[in-house]
């Protein structure tokens, strides 16, 4: 018999997955409060669930699983950040929290299922089905010094986000994500799921989260979400009619400048493989690799 058990996350997990993650992925932030809203209220038609593993009443593992609703794809399904202490590895825990996941998705109809794997994993990924197809890069940036604030160009002023209305974020995201690469499109990114995943989520810094603002539009946006004194940049990305103006770059450029001046020291991204221009951004602002993640994708049956 197993000396550990799997269960369905609770709130109440929320420190423990909190600690789990930093240790195995510390480029990745999300806070205690963002983490326990995500178990405690899930957004409505994902079918959204969480598992977690114990030894001896401690949290050694974890897991999420839902239906993808940004995309049209039919029966598209998401496992995510399936991780282990790496003191418990080699004991089975992976699999069982795997078996555990493609359980739920399974009488949901979904029928492809998309996971993440850092390299080290990959074999264990090919084992249990999944095909890797393709890199997703992650950096990080030292905010000590600060980036300078940068000059707006002709016609464009920098906006907190906290002071836009969320529609017109909303718009540049989803026009600018439209060419976006990846496995999946997000073609039914709604307002109402945008609104629960991006300008709800507690860990957004509105006041540091920029815009590029032009003609009473959103042209380009760079959203940060916190936790202490380390951020993630949610989401970078110009308008595709405002491109090659280097908007992108400053208005990230400003939004890191922001997070800083409010006690920010570091700062973590990640892109695509493919997302040359993303790439160059990050490098020419200083940005240093520090880990990378496939995709793993598999028929479900």
């Known amino acids: 018999m197993a000396d550990f058990q799997i269960r369905h996350a609770t709130a109440d997990d929320a420190p423990a997955v909190v600690a789990l993650r930093a240790l195995v992925h510390p480029y990745l932030v999300r806070g205690e409060a963002s983490t326990r809203k995500m ?11 969480a598992f977690v593993a114990e030894v001896d009443d401690q949290v050694v593992g974890w897991v999420s699983a839902f239906r993808n609703i940004r995309t049209s ?12 202490h790496p003191e418990q590895r080699r004991r089975g825990i992976g699999t069982a929290l795997l078996d555990a996941a493609l359980g739920h998705l399974r ?6 299922v998309r996971t993440w794997a850092q390299p080290e994993a990959l ?4 084992r249990h089905g999944f095909t890797p197809s393709r890199e997703l890069r992650y950096s990080a940036l030292e905010l000590r010094p600060a980036p300078a604030m940068p000059v707006a160009p002709p016609g464009v002023r920098w906006r907190a986000l906290a002071d836009l209305d969320p529609r017109l974020v909303y718009a540049a995201e989803v026009a600018a994500a439209a060419d976006e690469p990846g496995d999946v499109s997000s073609d039914a990114f709604t307002y109402e799921y945008w609104l629960w995943d991006v300008w709800e989520n507690l860990g957004l810094d509105k006041a540091a989260s920029t815009a590029a603002e032009s003609d009473g539009e959103v042209v380009a946006l760079s959203l940060v979400k916190r ?54 951004v990050n490098a020419r602002l200083g940005y240093r690799p520090v880990a990378a993640q496939w995709s793993c994708l598999r028929e479900l049956t």
């Open 227 to 280: 936790d202490g004194d380390r951020m993630w940049s949610d989401y970078t990305a110009t308008v595709p009619s405002h491109r090659g103006r280097g908007l992108a770059r400053l208005t990230k450029q400003a939004a890191l400048h922001r997070a800083a001046a409010g006690g920010v020291r570091v700062a973590y991204t990640s892109n695509d493989e493919a997302n040359a221009p993303m790439l160059a």
């Open 39 to 49: 178990l405690s209220e899930p957004p409505a038609g994902e079918d959204w669930t």
């Open 123 to 126: 074999p264990f990924a090919r």
């Open 73 to 84: 794809e039919p029966d598209f399904g998401e496992l995510s950040l399936l991780h282990t």
């Open 107 to 112: 009488p949901l109809g979904v029928r492809q």
